[in-house]
């Protein structure tokens, strides 16, 4: 979580440099980073709402709920529609993917003589390669 003096800063850096924005129309000089002249230009221009930040690891934030609460912080998708400007995507039921084959080489920390190069599972079938990890450990369990 975001201690009281981050969140402080973030807001107060926010509402200053987009009032800034709005009232003159153009980035304050402190804007130094070509980072934030990209981000200045999109919110002068208009295509990018101005409750919206950006941390310095290229995530985007805005307080969608408030100044009082968590900051929502991810892709710039993610904080558009936790602001309401994109449509929320329909609440489909995830669909399991279907099946693959996989060929999956287990490998042992202490292996014998004839298990150095691992041992291979091959067109192991499965959704997902954690769930043919899986299966190929529990052949490798069943085998001894």
Known sequence: T??????????H????????????GSAPKEVRSNRDRLLMDKAV?????????ILN????YA???????????????????????????????KTRGAYKLFNVVLR????????????????VSARSKSEANKIARDRAYDDG
């Not at 850096?13 to 003159?24: A, C, D, H, K």
């Not at 690891?57 to 985007?60: A, M, V």
Request: aromatic share 8%; glycine share 12%; no cysteine.
């Open 2 to 11: 975001l201690g009281g003096s981050l969140t402080d800063t973030l807001k």
């Open 13 to 24: 850096t926010l509402t200053v440099t987009v009032s800034r924005i709005v009232q003159t």
């Open 45 to 53: 221009e208009g295509r990018m709402d101005a409750r919206i930040g």
């Open 57 to 60: 690891g290229g995530k985007f």
């Open 63 to 93: 307080f969608a709920n408030g100044y009082h609460t968590e900051p929502v912080m991810g892709a710039l998708e993610e904080v558009e529609t936790a602001l309401g400007l994109r449509p929320v995507a329909a609440n489909l039921a």
């Open 108 to 123: 042992f920390k202490h292996p014998a003589w004839d298990e150095v190069n691992g041992l291979e599972y091959r067109n």
